[in-house]
T-cell receptor
């Protein structure tokens, strides 16, 4: 069964802290994505990766960075968390190519205080 | 870049009735249009998709129609059931740079009233 897991369901961090969100997929997918979901704004792409060590900016990359050292793992990093980064973060993966289903993890609800 | 507008933002229907959600997109080069369903506490899951060379696609109670000229596509759910209650997102992929990227609509919260 297809599976995307995220390291935490809920996370509370303080302003200025460095935050790591981890995502692991077990489907040998080449593509991995990080989205942010906010009420009334839908899903917005932060970064995606189409191969190990490769990354591309999405629509809202400011304040975030990513790391993909292994095919199955894609990390989202908030270098210095701010309150406006309080949100639900969703990771997804898909096979190589463009018109394939994206499989989503359950999400991490991050609160920055 | 691509822009996807989705309406309505909320929709309530009686069990057994039909539900229709509409999306418009801005980039005429878009060629792939998936629909995702997100249940409470879960990540979105693909329920149906359509490519630009097709005008309609059906899967049991769910259908999607695409009008390329008008640049809009719609999700139709017939004989709605309580388990259809969820947030639905449309998306579009345009063929320009960054073609791995889907642009999502803002979502429609569907409530099916028993």
């Amino acid at each position: 069964d297809v599976k995307v897991t995220q390291s935490s369901r809920y996370l509370v961090k303080r302003t200025g802290e460095k935050v790591f969100l981890e995502c692991v997929q077990d489907m040998d997918h080449e593509n991995m994505f990080w989205y942010r979901q906010d009420p009334g704004l839908g899903l917005r792409l932060i970064y995606f990766s189409y191969d190990v060590k490769m990354k591309e900016k999405g629509d809202i990359p400011e304040g975030y960075s990513v790391s993909r050292e292994k095919k199955e793992r894609f990390s989202l990093i908030l270098e210095s968390a701010s309150t406006n980064q309080t949100s639900m973060y969703l990771c997804a993966s898909s096979p190589r190519g463009t018109d394939y289903e994206q499989y989503f993890g359950p999400g991490t609800r991050l609160t920055v205080t | 870049g691509e822009n996807v507008e989705q309406h309505p933002s909320t929709l309530s229907v009686q069990e057994g009735d039909s539900a229709v959600i509409k999306c418009t997109y801005s980039d005429s080069a878009s060629n792939y249009f998936p629909w995702y369903k997100q249940e409470l506490g879960k990540g979105p899951q693909l329920i149906i998709d359509i490519r630009s060379n097709v005008g309609e696609k059906k899967d049991q109670r769910i259908a999607v129609t695409l009008n390329k000229t008008a640049k809009h596509f719609s999700l139709h759910i017939t004989e709605t059931q309580p388990e259809d209650s969820a947030v639905y997102f449309c998306a579009a992929r345009f063929t320009g740079a960054g073609s791995y990227q889907l642009t999502f609509g803002k979502g429609t919260k569907l409530s099916v009233i028993p």
